[in-house]
């Protein structure tokens, strides 16, 4: 048997950024932190006195178990596509190593991804768990290496896509002469039902969530009797509560609220909020969009029509007006109304009467108004394009709504929301933002707003797939990494260099050779992805993988095209 060893690791140590300048160290899209043995010494004490020894073990697992899964993600974006599977499947022990947990040694390692067989035996050498462990507690009856015996676990099972279980079969810690773990699937091991439950959240924890639960059912309860969910305001930012209590020191009121804000700040939301906290919360919330219809119906949308009033009016129909009756108006982009329509608006304000067109009779309606534009009201009021008196009418009560580059602690908040909305909606599950995409979404501008945000959010969560993190690219497309410094060959920081030049100029190389040999971009895409799907031996994720798309993705364009 043929003993397994590392191939080259820089491959990983490329992934290694440290911007000491920004506070941050980076390892592909995750961010990293420098922390002292002692340190987590110190926390694995605090964790078992306070947890006992078997929660602490079970807690630790959990931990490794996470970062293992992460990991996983990082190797297969190394190497999957590139190397055989056991080199591929080594980068996982590398990235350890890279840690500074343990000097992990491959022993036996043999893996079968037809027939699904695995099995590995590793020795890990200088383990940072034995270690605190003995300073801390002495000599122990049990394994101690915990959190690295979860990352193994982990790592295995996504990397492999079935579930492998170690056991750590001598320690160090516990008076072995080396520390040693096998790993095989889960099935082959007879207490493999036990050892999984190691990584479900301790009891203490479910009781927790249980009253977690409880309280967040309470929550939902009141938002449900308060209004729709789906309507609830999101955010924590000053400004963004600032909008907030104005809009709810007004709601009780009559006063016509004017909101004011760029396109996709969530003024319909916040209509929705002033509708919610109104004395008419219990009648209709009617949303009407003024530049989503055309000047010429825009009357007959809002005070409804009469049958026979013209060609295709077959039968008489209500307007918005009409429907809102006893509740709330929301009349979006107010700005694009024609001059007309301004008019009929302004008697219908004042006289608190609408007449259906093609109607001979006027009929009292009793609505709140809450009003929305993007564009410069005043502006527009000075030009002539929107008349004085309408404006005056409605602008009572203004409230600005602060854009979401202004609001950027609450960027994440909105991002978990819309995470779990897509992921019930496509019915997937994947394993979060990484840290780096997370950052990204801080440092954007989002012209767009939190429609943008949305958009760009459900991108991520197609593109990720299922039990996958949705990454940077995933989000935004590709990149380049902030140059910092990097790992050197003698173990020193160096200063780095941004590898976006080299891509570049191949780049620029590749689309002239492209456009001067006059090859479709049809041709292109079909040989591009045969060639994939070829070098992959047939293997969709593989080739999914190489291409930077999602396995859903790739089977779509390849079915289209008959190659599977």
């Known amino acids: 048997m043929t003993t397994p060893h590392y191939p080259d690791s820089q491959a990983i140590l490329d992934k290694l950024r440290f911007l000491p300048n920004e506070g941050q160290i980076w390892l592909g899209e995750q961010r ?85 067989h695995f099995y590995s035996e590793f020795e890990w050498q200088d383990s940072y768990e034995v270690a605190i462990t003995q300073n801390i507690f002495g000599p122990s009856r049990e394994p101690v290496c915990w959190l690295q015996l979860g990352y193994a676990c982990a790592y295995s099972s996504q990397f492999l896509g079935q579930e492998i279980q170690y056991r750590e079969v001598e320690c160090r810690g516990c008076s072995d002469d080396r520390c040693r773990i096998i790993g095989k699937p889960a099935r082959e091991w007879e207490d493999h039902e036990t050892f999984a439950e ?64 760029e396109t996709g700040t969530g003024k319909e939301i916040l209509a929705h909020r002033a509708h919610q906290q109104s004395e008419r919360a219990q009648g209709p919330f009617v949303a009407v969009n003024c530049a989503a219809i055309p000047p010429e119906l825009i009357e007959s949308e809002l005070y409804g029509v009469e049958k026979g009033a013209y060609t295709g009016a077959v039968q008489s129909r209500a307007g918005r007006f009409e429907r809102a009756h006893g509740g709330t108006l929301f009349l979006d982009e107010l700005a694009e109304l024609s001059p007309r329509a301004q008019a009929s608006l302004l008697r219908a304000l004042q006289e608190k009467q609408i007449e259906r067109v093609g109607g001979q009779t006027s009929q009292s309606v009793n609505v709140r108004i809450v009003a929305a534009t993007h564009g410069d009201l005043t502006e527009r009021v000075r030009d002539g394009r929107f008349r004085s008196d309408l404006f005056y009418r409605l602008n009572a009560y203004p409230v600005v709504i602060p854009p979401l580059r202004e609001r950027r602690d609450d960027i994440p908040l909105l991002a978990e929301h819309f995470l779990a909305r897509f992921e019930q909606h496509y019915r997937i599950k994947t394993l979060g933002f990484t840290d780096q995409a997370l950052a990204a979404m801080g440092r954007h501008d989002w012209p767009g707003n939190i429609r943008e945000l949305q958009n760009t959010i459900e991108r991520g969560v197609i593109l990720a797939g299922d039990r996958q993190s949705i990454g940077e690219q995933a989000l ?89």
């Open 32 to 116: 990293m932190l420098l922390l002292q043995v002692q340190t987590m010494a110190i926390f694995r004490k605090e964790i078992v006195n306070t947890m006992g020894l078997h929660r602490a073990r079970s807690f630790f697992m959990r931990l490794g178990y996470h970062a293992g899964i992460q990991d996983a993600e990082l190797a297969q974006a190394v190497r999957g596509h590139d190397m055989s599977v056991e080199d591929g499947f080594l980068a996982g022990p590398q990235l350890h190593a890279l840690r500074g947990l343990v000097k992990v040694v491959p022993t036996v390692l043999e893996i079968d991804s037809e027939s699904g």
């Open 198 to 261: 190691l990584f479900r959240e301790d009891q203490l924890i479910d009781e927790l969530y249980e009253l977690q639960s409880r309280i967040a059912y309470l929550e939902d309860d009141i938002a449900r009797h308060q209004g729709e969910e789906r309507h609830r305001p999101i955010g924590k930012a000053p400004a963004f509560l600032g909008a907030l209590d104005l809009i709810d020191r007004a709601a009780r009121s009559e006063v016509p609220i004017l909101l004011l804000g």
């Open 476 to 564: 935004f497309g590709q990149r380049p990494d902030p140059v910092g410094q990097v790992l050197g060959d003698n173990g020193h920081l160096t200063a780095g260099s941004s590898a976006t030049g080299d891509t570049d100029d191949a780049l620029e190389t590749l689309c002239s050779s492209i456009l001067e040999g006059g090859i479709a971009l049809e041709t292109l895409e079909d040989t591009l992805l045969e060639r994939a799907y070829r070098e992959a031996n047939g293997n969709v994720s593989a080739a999914a993988r190489r291409l930077g798309l999602s396995r859903a993705a790739l089977d779509y364009r390849l079915k289209k095209r008959g190659k599977a």
